[in-house]
T-cell receptor
Framework: AQSVTQLGSHVSVSEGALVLLRCNYS??????LFWYVQYPNQGLQLLLK??????LVKGINGFEAEFKKSETSFHLTKPSAHMSDAAEYFC??????????????FGPGTSLSVIP | NAGVTQTPKFRILKIGQSMTLQCTQD?????MYWYRQDPGMGLKLIYY???????DKGEVPNGYNVSRSTTEDFPLRLELAAPSQTSVYFC?????????FGEGSRLTVL
């Protein structure tokens, strides 16, 4: 069964510092991978997704993630944190096999705080 | 462009009461979902629908019911509310595995 783990339920960084949010997945074959962001009192929105093209995926707001098959990881990074990046971040996985619906499994989430 | 719209945003229920959370999408997506979000638990799928008239259970369906009479609407009904149903509920639709979420409905059962 597929699963997603996110190391660190809470991460704090200083404004201007590197953001690194960790995600590891468990799947028999490389799946589709996603990062979603949730700002306070809002729904989730897609930051970026990995399907099967380039292993380095660029998303919105300066975020990017690298798919590493050997490490079964899909860590999210941003070179310089901004105050507006404070939010909850969810890693998610979806099987490549055709399913009856878009089955997406979410990790538990990482709350990012940005210190001025 | 409204996307996915949920109502109400907040609701307090007494134990044993029933209510319906409304969800509407204007993107003509066939697939729609109801998730619940609890702290530190990520999102858990309650029910999903692959089109009008077709619904199925997700991971945590107990205590809930759904219907899908049109492509646009996917209401979630809570029967006999219990404190364990205190949560934030999200409706979503999807296309090509990308999920589009509503802003959520925060429900408290006392």
């Amino acid at each position: 069964a597929q699963s997603v783990t996110q190391l660190g339920s809470h991460v704090s960084v200083s404004e201007g510092a590197l953001v690194l949010l960790r995600c590891n997945y468990s799947s028999s074959v490389p799946p589709y991978l996603f990062w979603y962001v949730q700002y306070p009192n809002q729904g989730l929105q897609l930051l970026l997704k990995y399907t099967s093209a380039a292993t380095l995926v660029k998303g919105i707001n300066g975020f990017e993630a690298e798919f590493k098959k050997s490490e079964t990881s899909f860590h999210l990074t941003k070179p310089s944190a901004h105050m507006s990046d404070a939010a909850e971040y969810f890693c998610a996985v979806s099987d490549r096999m055709k399913t009856s619906y878009d089955k997406v499994i979410f990790g538990p989430g990482t709350s990012l705080s940005v210190i001025p | 462009n409204a996307g996915v719209t949920q109502t109400p945003k907040f609701r307090i229920l007494k134990i044993g009461q029933s209510m319906t959370l409304q969800c509407t999408q204007d993107m003509n997506h066939n697939y729609m979902y109801w998730y619940r979000q609890d702290p530190g638990m990520g999102l858990k799928l309650i029910y999903y629908s692959v089109g009008a008239g077709i619904t199925d259970k997700g991971e945590v369906p107990n205590g809930y019911n759904v219907s899908r009479s049109t492509t646009e609407d996917f209401p979630l009904r809570l029967e006999l509310a219990a404190p364990s149903q205190t949560s934030v509920y999200f409706c979503a639709s999807s296309e090509a595995r990308e999920l589009f979420f509503g802003e959520g409905s925060r429900l408290t059962v006392l």
